[in-house]
């Protein structure tokens, strides 16, 4: 089974503060996404990998950056938190190629202050 | 710009058959996936169609026209346990990431 973990359920930060976010995956994917999800919103792709040290600008990249030193990792970074960051953040993995499937972490609701 | 548009939300009772649409309008077009998703849970793919025709497996069908920009997620002999998001996901690339594009969310609600 396809296992995305990510460093934490819960966070709570201040404003001005610096985030990250680590997410694990255990299946030797090629490709990593962060996605936020806000009710009425759906998904929306903040950045995605499809292989170390690459990355690319999803649709709402604004506030947020990214790294990806190691193929099994891809963190999300908030440079400096604000309040309209509080938000549920999903990370997930897929294969490449023709199997797109992405596999889903349990998500980290963030709550800035 | 892309869009996906389904329905917010769809009340069903316990046995019964529900479609859910999707209708999108996207720069690029590889495939239509549905994925799952139950309160304070992670989402989870149900299916992909990236051919014309209805793909099944168990309870659920999925179907997809491409000439129409047009896809239904189907379930049938409803379940309780079937209560949840579904999400429609467009995938824009096909090289360099695989990226999807979601819609808004239908939230089933399954009643006895």
């Known amino acids: 089974d396809v296992k995305v973990t990510q460093s934490s359920r819960y966070l709570v930060k201040r404003t001005g503060e610096k985030v990250f976010l680590e997410c694990v995956q255990d299946m030797d994917h090629e490709n990593m996404f962060w996605y936020r999800q806000d009710p009425g919103l759906g998904l929306r792709l903040i950045y995605f990998?499809?292989?170390?040290?690459?990355?690319e600008k999803g649709d709402i990249p604004e506030g947020y950056s990214v790294s990806r030193e190691k193929k099994e990792r891809f963190s999300l970074i908030l440079e400096s938190a604000s309040t309209n960051q509080t938000s549920m953040y999903l990370c997930a993995s897929s294969l490449g190629g023709s199997e797109d499937t992405q596999y889903f972490g349990p998500g980290t609701r963030l709550t800035v202050l | 710009g892309q869009s996906l548009e389904q329905p917010s939300e769809v009340t069903a009772v316990e046995g019964a058959i529900v479609q859910i649409n999707c209708t999108y309008q996207t720069s690029g077009f590889y495939g239509l996936s549905w994925y799952q998703q139950h309160d304070g849970g992670a989402p989870t793919f149900l299916s992909y169609n990236a051919l014309d025709g209805l793909e099944e497996t168990g309870r659920f069908s999925s179907f997809l026209s491409r000439s129409d920009s047009y896809g239904y997620l189907l379930l049938q002999e409803l379940q309780m346990k079937d209560s949840a998001s579904y999400f429609c996901a467009v995938r824009v690339g096909y090289n360099q990431g695989g990226k999807l594009i979601f819609g808004q969310g239908t939230e089933l609600s399954v009643k006895p």
């Open positions: 990998s499809y292989d170390v040290k690459m990355k």
